[in-house]
């Protein structure tokens, strides 16, 4: 429903916020702050939520902040309001990566508000998907959708290269999972609902999962049930940007939103086996399987649901925004 605002006032900060935290993130670590000043909120990477084994670069930490831009663009379209985004340049705080301008005499981007019920029913999907093809139709929408916001989308096609990438993400696995450093801070992210982040398992059994992965190399096991995955997804898709720097991740992880929450508007769902793309060489194997220039950012598999899975939590928008008192409400980036 759209509120008449101009300004960033409380309501429709907490607005577009509730739609930010939706997101997805690795580890879904939610490594975010929204720092509101005057007409602009700043996208703040929270580096204390940072996975220095699984992503070192903080390239999925930049992705995941720019998947909560994007929902903040499509709340704000839902609302009809105007708005601009400005890239990480030009902030005085080296971990703004983007700023969102909210803009009195700008259009609504309209098409984005369509997406915003997809927002709520998007999930990580690691289960089966059911046995039914993903339409050429629904493929060039998906497609579409990421080249909107300057990536590339591409579809692995037959058996080999489906082979060939289940042979990089079984790579991925052994590797990930030798290294008892990458170990402990998957378990370290393994967290009781009640926490509002982490991977979650019922509370019970959380010290369990925990102790059994800080302590086993189960990586041949992973590997195999991961090419079991691959194997049986209606579509792998890789997802790339053409440059590899923070404007490019930030980029990628809009692309990457725009894609999911189109999928969801066609009632798919994804989930990721970004493991080749963690390991710089597989990184470069994976490029060249897809036949592309650039950088591979994610890599997916889609699919029809076959259940419905319940939220994973999330911390609320409240735990996450800062007022900045230093600008009037109509200050601008
Ligand atoms: C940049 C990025 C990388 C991710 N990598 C993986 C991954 O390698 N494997 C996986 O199972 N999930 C991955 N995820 C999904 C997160 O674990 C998921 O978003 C989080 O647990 C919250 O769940 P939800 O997406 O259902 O809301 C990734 C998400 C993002 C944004």
Known sequence: MPVAATELTREVVTRLVGAAVMAPSSHNSQPWIFRVRGRCIGVIA??????????????????????ALFNMRVAA??????????????????DCVARLELLADAAPEFVLGHLYEAIPRRRTYRRTFAERPIA?????????????????????????????????????????????????????WMHPRRSGDGLTLPDLAV????????????????????????????????????GDDLASHVEAGQALQRTLLTACQHDLQASFLNQPIEISVLRMRLLQLAGQTGYPQML??????????PAPPRRPPDAVIEFTSDAPPGTSC
């Open 46 to 67: 929270d580096r204390t939520r940072a996975l220095p084994a699984n992503d070192p670069d903080d390239r999925e930490l930049t992705l995941s902040c720019g998947c």
């Open 77 to 94: 379209a839902h609302a009809g309001l105007g708005t601009r985004v400005y890239g990480p340049t030009g902030s005085s705080d080296p």
């Open 136 to 188: 050429g139709a629904t493929l060039e929408a998906l497609a579409a959708a990421a080249n909107s916001e300057g990536a590339w989308f591409h579809v692995l096609q037959g058996d080999s290269q489906r082979r060939q990438a289940a042979e990089l993400i079984a790579e991925g696995d052994d590797t990930q999972w030798a290294d008892p450093v990458w170990r402990r801070e998957l378990a370290a």
């Open 207 to 242: 010290p369990l999962a925990q102790a059994v992965i800080r302590t086993f190399d189960m990586g041949h096991g992973v590997a195999a049930r991961d090419v079991q995955l691959a194997d049986a997804s209606p579509v792998l898709a890789v997802l790339g940007t053409r």
């Open 300 to 309: 997916l598999r889609l699919g029809y649901p076959d259940r419905e899975l």
